[in-house]
């Protein structure tokens, strides 16, 4: 049977008029393939990294310093499974499945956020993650809530409003071991020491060589530029950490009058890349235990299909 | 007109995924008095475990007090392509809305 090519150039006119138009692109629309792979790999990577993300915080559930801290980092962890899911659901809607999205992860063709190879070595880290981490993450996603494509937006939109929780108790974290002892404090101070610059690579490479901003941008999944994000995410971090009674780990921070911003230091690139590569502290780990997860759970996904195929059997 | 692929579902068939679970859409009543609404879709083995996924995924904070879940191959859909024959003929009745009428100022209640 032969198909009739559809007429790509009209029907690209009508895509880049919904685009001009500020309206959303849904999953039947046609698309141009490229927006598909670059919303197929942007979303992908989004929700690996709410999946991974989970693991250095559930490093301290059990040794949470209250029931309340210990009740409210369960829930946190929880929201990270929930966000990984309506995530991988976003992806699925551009005709990816979610075994595929798995097997990417984990055998490393598709990517997850590096900010999360880094290792939680005290429990302050739960707290300078909160603040920082999520921090970034909400301004980053945010102008997402305005995505071009619709079921990452409305994705989007759920998961910024749970983030919320997510970034304030961290702060309330830091915030009680900043005002505690001397050890406390100083705890408090080394978590964000360490978190600072990695929390800053988070909006990606500087626009000049960031491979695909430029084409995210012309098709609105992206809003602003990476430098952009950072600059607003500094500006908002200054005033927050001298509220804290902590200091940021760069002497190059200071206001400038001039362009209403505050400066700050060279970031180590360096580093970010190699992270990428995979030379992080826990790149490893991280994988391998979520791999280990997933062959542990098989069992379960097994045994309830066949449930499911038993009583769908006796019910007709 | 339609098409057996509902509106948010993958294009790779089923005979592509065998393990995977089934994809359902998931619709959640906000509160009494509202109609239920589109919130997501998620992989569940059966009905049962649909309706549980579903509220742990859709309604961690008392964001519904009902549920359902619909298997996605069980949605009918419109196709896009064919938006603007499929809806053109409510595009030429103006007449159907209260704002076409001409009322002289000052009659009131109407």
Redesign the interface.
């Known amino acids: 049977m032969t198909t009739i090519a559809p007429e790509e150039p009209a029907l690209e006119a009508v895509f880049d008029a919904t685009v001009a138009a500020d309206e959303r692109i849904e999953p039947r629309d046609w698309m141009p393939d490229a927006y598909r792979s670059t919303l197929v790999r942007q979303i992908a990577q989004h929700a690996h990294s709410e999946i991974i993300g989970m693991q250095p915080e559930a490093n301290w559930i059990t040794r949470a310093p209250s029931l309340r801290r210990k009740a409210i980092l369960m829930a946190k962890v929880q929201d990270e499974a929930g966000h990984g899911l309506y995530l991988y659901s976003a992806a699925e809607t551009l005709g990816t499945s979610r075994d595929e999205l798995l097997d990417k992860l984990h055998t490393g063709r598709q990517k997850y956020s590096s900010i999360f190879n880094y290792p939680t070595l005290t429990w302050a880290d739960v707290g300078a993650i909160g603040w920082l981490v999520d921090g970034a993450a909400i301004t980053n996603q945010v102008p997402l809530c305005r995505c071009s494509y619709g079921p990452y937006a409305r994705a989007m939109v759920r998961i910024c409003k749970e983030e919320s929780f997510h970034q304030r108790q961290g702060y309330e974290l830091l915030m009680a071991l900043s005002r505690g002892t001397e050890a406390q404090h100083a705890m408090a101070q080394d978590a964000v020491n360490r978190w600072w610059w990695p929390s800053l690579m988070m909006f990606g490479p500087p626009d000049d060589e960031s491979a695909h901003s430029a084409q995210s941008m012309a098709w609105k999944i992206k809003r602003h530029s990476n430098d952009e994000l950072r600059q607003r995410f500094v500006d908002i971090c200054v005033p927050q950490a001298e509220a804290l009674g902590l200091t940021l780990p760069d002497p190059d921070l200071t206001w400038n009058e001039e362009r209403g911003h505050f400066d700050f230091g060279p970031i180590d690139w360096a580093e970010f890349w190699d992270v990428l590569k995979g030379n992080g502290p826990c790149n490893e780990q991280r994988i391998s235990r979520r791999r280990r997860a997933h062959e542990d759970g098989a069992w379960v996904r097994e045994a309830a299909a066949a449930h499911a195929a038993k009583h769908g059997k006796a019910d007709r | 007109m339609t098409t057996p692929?509902p509106?948010?579902?993958?294009?790779?068939p089923a005979a592509?995924?065998p393990?995977?679970?089934p994809?359902w859409e998931v619709f959640v009543r906000s509160r009494r008095g509202l109609s239920h609404t589109h919130a997501?879709?998620?992989?569940a083995?059966?009905a049962a475990?649909a309706l549980r996924n579903a509220r742990?995924?859709y309604t961690?904070?008392s964001e519904g007090v009902s549920i359902w879940v619909v298997p996605s191959t069980q949605v009918t859909?419109s196709?896009?392509?064919e938006k603007d024959a499929f809806f053109e003929p409510a595009g030429d009745k103006p007449y159907r809305h209260p704002t076409f009428y001409e009322i002289p100022d000052g009659v009131q209640h109407l």
Do not use: F, N, Q
Not at chain 2, 7 to 12: G, K
Not at chain 2, 40 to 43: A, E, F, T, V
């Open positions: 692929r509106a948010d579902t993958p294009a790779v592509a995924r393990t995977e679970w994809l997501g879709s998620l992989h083995p059966d475990m742990d995924l961690r904070r859909a196709s896009p392509d």
